[in-house]
């Protein structure tokens, strides 16, 4: 028998305006979220193109719990218990004996146990959600970018990056047609079984 919900039958509803009753659709929000930051970043801050060429394997190297140390282009991926399961230099992963040499089996001097997170919040940025993800991989891919184009081996970009996230979440890139921003399909229809009822 399906279960009906009623918001009259509520004394208190709290809810987070990113997430209003809504299901999106990842594999169709996650390229249209990277998409939109790497336009910016090509059009705006005059990245090279290749930021705007994603394979279906690219997506590979998201993954929740990465930490990107925001001057070397290093990502982490921790353990529960804080230690480093893998390291990339932006996409290219670090090999077994460089990992064990770098971080070894012990925890990550920034893992803070209680909250699970990185206690060094100006050196390090943490990707903790499913809306992150596609950052991370921007991110990797401009490392990988600046390595190959420039030798770059310490990076400047991240003031980029909150320039295109002020750029993309301002009032005004929702009114009217933003040719990057292709709104379909990246969220669920609302499922027959919820019913809002007065």
């Avoid at 998201?62 to 399961?85: M, S």
Wanted: charged share 25%; glycine share 8%; hydrophobic share 35%.
């Amino acid at each position: 028998m399906a279960q009906h919900f009623s918001l009259a039958a509520c004394d208190v509803v709290g809810f987070d305006l990113d997430h209003t009753l809504c299901r999106y659709n990842l594999p169709e929000s996650a390229p249209l979220i990277y998409n939109s930051f790497a336009q910016f970043l090509v059009k705006e801050k005059g990245y090279d193109k290749e930021l705007l060429t994603v394979t279906p394997e690219d997506w590979d190297f998201c993954c929740k719990g990465l930490a990107l140390d925001l001057e070397d282009g290093t990502f982490i991926k921790l353990a529960d218990n804080g230690t480093v399961l893998r390291a990339s230099r932006g996409t290219k992963m670090m090999a077994p004996d460089v990992l064990a040499k770098e971080y070894g089996a012990k925890e990550w001097k920034y893992f803070v146990s209680d909250t699970g997170m990185p206690s060094h919040p100006g050196k390090y940025y943490f990707y903790d959600n499913y809306f992150d993800l596609p950052g991370a991989l921007l991110c990797a891919r401009v490392v990988d970018s600046l390595t190959k184009n420039s030798g770059q081996k310490t990076f400047d970009f991240w003031k980029d990056i909150v320039a295109g996230i002020q750029h993309n979440f301002k009032m005004s890139a929702f009114k009217g047609d933003i040719d990057y921003i292709n709104k379909q399909g990246s969220i669920h229809s609302l499922p027959r079984q919820i019913e809002v009822t007065t």
